[in-house]
Nanobody, 124 residues
Framework: QVQLVESGGGLVQAGGSLRLSCAVSGRPSSTYAMGWFRQAPGKEREFVGAINRSGINVYYADSVKGRFTISRDDAKNTVYLQMSSLKPEDTAVYYC?????????????????WGQGTQVTVSS
């Protein structure tokens, strides 16, 4: 059974950077297209970005485009979310998700497996 474990969250000042990791176990990460989502208190879970199985195609929400970068290292069974120029509105619990498909999706319902989330707090 595949499991996803996020790490790397924490408290950072506005303008700072963090790198989140999503470790995949139970099955090779190369089997999956991967997505990142976030959920702030009182808000719905929203799409942040996604990377397809080959790593060639990467998609971002407009709110993070140019600031966040998704990458994958299938040799390490890990997907990364590099976040830069962080803003207080980026504060949320960040989740990685996996779908056994070639192409990544922007919709949470498309994903089969979810991590437990990691908290990111950006102070002003």
């Amino acid at each position: 059974q595949v499991q996803l474990v996020e790490s790397g969250g924490g408290l950072v000042q506005a303008g700072g950077s963090l790198r989140l990791s999503c470790a995949v176990s139970g099955r090779p990460s190369s089997t999956y297209a991967m997505g990142w989502f976030r959920q702030a208190p009182g808000k719905e879970r929203e799409f942040v970005g996604a990377i397809n199985r080959s790593g060639i195609n990467v998609y971002y929400a407009d709110s993070v485009k140019g600031r966040f970068t998704i990458s994958r290292d299938d040799a390490k069974n890990t997907v990364y979310l590099q976040m830069s120029s962080l803003k207080p509105e980026d504060t949320a619990v960040y989740y990685c998700a996996a779908v056994m498909a070639r192409n990544a999706a922007r919709v949470a319902l498309e994903y089969d497996v979810w991590g437990q989330g990691t908290q990111v707090t950006v102070s002003s």
